[in-house]
């Protein structure tokens, strides 16, 4: 079982930063394919990023590249992302998740187990 809490959200302005945090509990983090998720007012949860156990490799949408950076700490238990340049689009509810999946990259929904409660990223323009 691990539990995942997401911190970092708030309201910007466009062309602002801002670094979403997600802390794992348990000792098993470094096992886990870690990604994050958005999900905007009346639209589906969309794939984001996902990043892997050694955090040697990540993967982006093509929406977020050159833009948003996936990270993660083993020792921390902790993946971060830093999302630069930021557009009132991107605007939705950020949620962390954790995949056993074997194959890189874990772009589905259905392929984590584990997801985070979201932090609301707000983007103004």
């Known amino acids: 079982q691990v539990q995942l809490v997401e911190s970092g959200g708030g309201l910007v302005q466009a062309g602002d930063s801002l670094r979403l945090s997600c802390t794992a509990s348990g000792r098993t983090f470094s096992s886990y394919i870690m990604g994050w998720f958005r999900q905007a007012p009346g639209k589906g949860r969309e794939f984001v990023t996902t990043?892997?156990?050694?955090?040697?490799?990540?993967y982006y949408a093509d929406s977020v590249k050159g833009r948003f950076t996936i990270s993660r700490d083993n020792a921390k238990n902790t993946v971060y992302l830093q999302m630069n340049s930021l557009k009132p689009e991107d605007t939705a509810v950020y949620y962390c998740a954790a995949s056993s999946n074997l194959v890189h990259p874990a772009t589905g929904r259905d392929e984590y187990r584990y997801w985070g409660q979201g932090t609301q990223v707000t983007v103004s323009s």
């Open positions: 990043i892997r156990r050694s955090g040697r490799n990540t």
